[in-house]
């Protein structure tokens, strides 16, 4: 297995342009979100899926959307990039309430 | 709203040593899990505690919950280098949204010779 598979590792954007960060996972799971770590933080929950075609915010939401079409698939889409979206974007999955969760890689993103 | 404390926030400890991570939080809940981050890495499960009590151990790491003070602790044993990463605590709320995971800040260990 795969695992959780983000691209792309690194990007860097100008101010207003839009782009989608991918995330993709083969290990069945229901439940899948993108979280975003600014340096020396922790992790802030942008939004999260529970199953294909449910979507729900979370504690950071603003300037980001997502959608969940396929189980394995939740891509994260940034319209209109600004300097606070300079970060690092994680995306996870786990099976469910009170299970761990399994991260990727992370996408490096900068906006100039 | 949820807050998750930990501390501290920056360590460093000699090989050999002895100490413990704390992490607090404010509202109710069962479920409390552990992470590790390696530099410029992604993050990778430690623990999972879901009950009042719970203790879990792997090597010469040890964590403990207690829902009734709203606290976790995680205790470093003997530390070696390779402990030398951050530790961060993660939360999940009881509460309809219940998948809204928050996080500490974080506490960077370094194991030092």
């Known amino acids: 297995n795969a695992g959780v598979t983000q691209t792309p590792k690194f990007r860097i954007l100008k101010i207003g342009q839009s782009m989608t960060l991918q995330c993709a996972q083969d290990?069945?799971?229901?439940?899948m979100y993108w979280y975003r770590q600014d340096p020396g933080m922790g992790l802030k929950l942008i939004y999260y899926s529970v199953g294909a075609g449910i979507t729900d915010k979370g504690e950071v939401p603003n300037g980001y959307n997502v959608s969940r079409s396929t189980t394995e698939d939740f891509p994260l889409r940034l319209e209109l990039a600004a300097p606070s979206q300079t970060s690092v974007y994680f995306c996870?999955?786990?099976?469910?309430?009170?299970?761990?969760?399994?991260f990727g890689p992370g996408t490096r993103l900068t906006v100039l | 709203e949820l807050k998750v404390e930990q501390n501290p926030l920056f360590l460093s400890m000699q090989e050999g040593k002895n100490y413990t991570i704390y992490c607090n939080y404010s509202?109710?809940?069962?479920?409390l899990y552990w992470y590790r981050q390696d530099p410029g890495k992604s993050l990778e499960s430690l623990f999972v505690?879901?009950?009042?009590?719970a203790v879990k151990q792997e090597g010469r790491l040890m964590a403990s919950l207690d829902t009734k003070a709203r606290l976790s602790t995680l205790h470093i044993t003997a530390a070696v280098h390779d402990l030398s990463a951050t530790y961060f605590c993660?939360?999940?709320?009881?509460?309809?949204?219940?998948?809204?995971?928050?996080f500490g800040a974080g506490t960077r260990l370094t194991v030092k010779p």
């Open positions: 509202t109710t809940s069962d479920r």
């Open positions: 505690l879901l009950s009042n009590g």
């Open positions: 996870a999955s786990d099976r469910g309430s009170y299970n761990e969760q399994f």
């Open positions: 290990m069945n799971h229901n439940y």
């Open positions: 993660a939360v999940d709320p009881l509460s309809y949204n219940n998948n809204d995971m928050r």
